[in-house]
């Protein structure tokens, strides 16, 4: 389960533990499952960008808990700090990504970071996979677009101005040399 909450480590999980947490009985209290047992312990997971993922106290799923139990206003209030100076994204990503791309510049084969990478240099750039999502490193060695895919095919016909057949929440899209989409006509 950490690996699904956590997008196989890119997001960053939190535990905030209550002094004493590990004295209190489980018992139903007012406003459970906010209660005092279950705001005893809450665990927090934020995206790659810092946005709050999900939230669940001690009770978890029980009495009424979820995975979004509170909102990054409520979490706040209930520390005493600034969600976001508290609960900061993890950068492994981004530093995964740049090393590849430095390793790249100097010629040097990124797979051992990429879960997948096309060597072969198609006229959009090299196709790579990481964490399961896929984009494309343009020819000046960036990523082509700030979305990331469930699927990428190059197009290596040279037939359109595309660049990739991209998979995004199940609809298919053409991604261009700018990074835009345009979802494929059906015919």
Not at 8 to 35: A, M, T, V
Not at 126 to 136: A, G, L, R, Y
């Amino acid at each position: 389960m950490f690996d699904s909450y956590t997008s196989d480590g890119i997001n960053q999980f939190y535990f905030c533990l209550k002094n004493g947490f590990e004295n209190l009985q489980p018992q139903q209290g007012e406003n459970c499952p906010l209660d005092e047992y279950g705001l005893s312990m809450i665990a927090v997971s934020v995206d790659s960008d810092g946005a709050l993922n999900t939230c669940t106290c001690r009770w978890n799923h029980e009495n009424g808990g979820n995975d979004s139990i509170m909102d990054t206003k409520e979490i706040s209030q209930v520390i005493g700090q600034n969600f976001y100076d508290v609960f900061k994204p993890n950068n492994h990503f981004d530093e995964s990504i740049e090393k590849a791309i430095s390793l790249i510049a100097y010629g040097e084969d990124p797979e051992d970071i990429f879960d997948d990478w096309n060597e072969d240099n198609i006229s959009g750039g090299h196709v790579f996979s990481f964490h399961d999502k896929w984009n494309i490193l343009s020819p000046k060695l960036e990523i082509m677009s700030d979305e990331w895919f469930d699927m990428c095919v190059p197009n290596n016909s040279n037939n359109g101005d595309f660049v990739a057949v991209v998979l995004k929440d199940n609809v298919f899209y053409y991604l261009y040399p700018d990074g835009t989409l345009k979802p494929c006509q059906h015919r």
